[in-house]
Antibody, heavy 121, light 113 residues
Framework: EVQLLESGGGLVQPGGSLRLSCAAS????????MSWVRRAPGKGLEWVST????????YYADSVKGRFTISRDNSKNTLYLQMSSLRAEDTALYYC??????????????WGQGTLVTVSS | DIVMTQSPDSLAVSLGERATINCKSS????????????LAWYQQKPGQPPKLLIY???TRESGVPDRFSGSGSGTDFTLTISGLQAEDVAVYSC?????????FGPGTNVDVK
């Protein structure tokens, strides 16, 4: 059974930094692209970033480009999201997601429970 | 960027009746190379993460009840729940994966009348 367990969320001041982690199990982590998707309070789902299976390719939403960095450690089956220069509008529940069975096609067949990031002074 | 819109914003359907949700993309998500529509549907119940229902516009994810079906092509898509059950109360969102940035529709809230 696929399991994705996010951690690292919390309360941070505007301009601060935070690193999210996602521990994956139940599948061959190194074979799948992984992504972060968020939902801000009262808003729809927003894709944040994707990391290819090998980690060699990364993609970002314009809203986080230059501030967030996605990475992975395939030896630890863990996905990361380093967030810096955080803004109030980054406040959201952040989900770790796994790509579906079709390689290099980014729909998400597994989701973690999410970790809450609150940016406030 | 491909903008996804959904209609209606919310709907209430009697148990056992049909629920229809529409999703429209600002440009075609149909690939001419493989004739596939890069469109997925998700269900999100309160307090739970989203769950994949449909991908390639009409392929049902394993374990999803067959009362859920997806249709459409190009820019116009539909998710149909044939015979609403109480456990189907949720927000339903479409997503295009034709190009980055990946984008979602705003969601449709489905409730029981």
């Amino acid at each position: 059974e696929v399991q994705l367990l996010e951690s690292g969320g919390g309360l941070v001041q505007p301009g601060g930094s935070l690193r999210l982690s996602c521990a994956a199990s139940g599948f061959t982590f190194s074979s799948y692209a992984m992504s972060w998707v968020r939902r801000a309070p009262g808003k729809g789902l927003e894709w944040v970033s994707t990391n290819s299976a090998s980690g060699s390719s990364t993609y970002y939403a314009d809203s986080v480009k230059g501030r967030f960095t996605i990475s992975r450690d395939n030896s630890k089956n863990t996905l990361y999201l380093q967030m810096s220069s955080l803004r109030a509008e980054d406040t959201a529940l952040y989900y770790c997601t796994k790509e579906g069975v079709d390689p290099q096609v980014f729909y998400f067949d597994s989701w973690g429970q999410g970790t809450l990031v609150t940016v406030s002074s | 960027d491909i903008v996804m819109t959904q209609s209606p914003d919310s709907l209430a359907v009697s148990l056992g009746e049909r629920a229809t949700i529409n999703c429209k993309s600002s440009q075609s998500v149909l690939s001419t190379s493989n004739n596939k529509n890069y469109l997925a549907w998700y269900q999100q119940k309160p307090g739970q993460p989203p769950k994949l229902l449909i991908y390639w516009a009409s392929t049902r994810e394993s374990g999803v009840p067959d009362r859920f079906s997806g249709s459409g092509s190009g820019t116009d898509f539909t998710l149909t729940i044939s015979g609403l059950q109480a456990e189907d109360v949720a927000v339903y969102s479409c997503q295009q994966y034709y190009s980055t940035p990946l984008t979602f529709g705003p969601g449709t809230n489905v409730d029981v009348k």
